[in-house]
C-alpha cells in the first residue's frame, strides 16, 4: 500500500518539489498551507492528493487538517515539516510579533504537526518525520534573525 504522505507548506517551493519527487512512489499526499485555494491547486497536479487549508501555529486547524487527511487517505506514515516564513528586519527594528509569529510558524508547527502525526505512527510502529531546516541555523544573515533562530532546531 502506497504511503500517506502529509507535506506542510505544501502548496509552493520546497514542500511542493518533495511532492513531485515522491509522485512515482505512489504516495498519497495531503498537501497544507495558509492559502487553501493555492495548496489545492497545487493538489491537482497529482493522481492521489488534496490541497488542505492549515495554519501549522493555531492546534484546532493543526487538528482540523490531520482530521480531513485521515479521512481522505488514513493514517499518516510520513511527515514532512516544511512551512516556514522568512520576514526580514534588521534586529532593533524588528517588533515582537513578527518574532513570535516566525517562531510559532517555524517552529511551534512543526511541534503541533509532529504531536498529531505520532498517533498513527506509533499504531503502525512505522513512520517518518522529516524537519525541514535552512543553512541559517549554522550561519546567520542580515535582516533574519527570527528565522535563523528558528532554523536551529
Keep these: 500500500m502506497a504511503h500517506h504522505v502529509f507535506i506542510t507548506g505544501g502548496g509552493t517551493g520546497i514542500g511542493l518539489a518533495t511532492a513531485r519527487?515522491?509522485?512515482p512512489t505512489g504516495a498519497r499526499f495531503t498537501l497544507v498551507g495558509?492559502?487553501?485555494a493555492r495548496?489545492?491547486?497545487a493538489a491537482e497536479e497529482f493522481e492521489n492528493a488534496q490541497g488542505v487549508s492549515c495554519d501549522v501555529a493555531d492546534e484546532a486547524s493543526?487538528?482540523?487538517a490531520f482530521t480531513a487527511a485521515r479521512d481522505r487517505y488514513g493514517p499518516?506514515?510520513?511527515l514532512i515539516n516544511n512551512a516556514g516564513i522568512t520576514p526580514s528586519a534588521p534586529l532593533d527594528r524588528m517588533d515582537l510579533s513578527m518574532w513570535n509569529q516566525t517562531l510559532a510558524i517555524n517552529l511551534t508547527g512543526a511541534f503541533l504537526c509532529s504531536r498529531a502525526a505520532l498517533e498513527d505512527m506509533y499504531?503502525?510502529?512505522w513512520g517518518r518525520i522529516v524537519n525541514v531546516a535552512s543553512i541559517a541555523g549554522l550561519q546567520?544573515?542580515?535582516y533574519i534573525s527570527a528565522y535563523c533562530a528558528s532554523s536551529t532546531a
Design 21 to 23: 519527487a515522491l509522485a
Design 76 to 78: 499518516i506514515d510520513i
Design 123 to 125: 499504531h503502525k510502529k
Design 140 to 142: 546567520g544573515a542580515a
Design 62 to 64: 493543526v487538528a482540523a
Design 34 to 36: 495558509r492559502d487553501g
Design 39 to 41: 495548496t489545492a491547486s
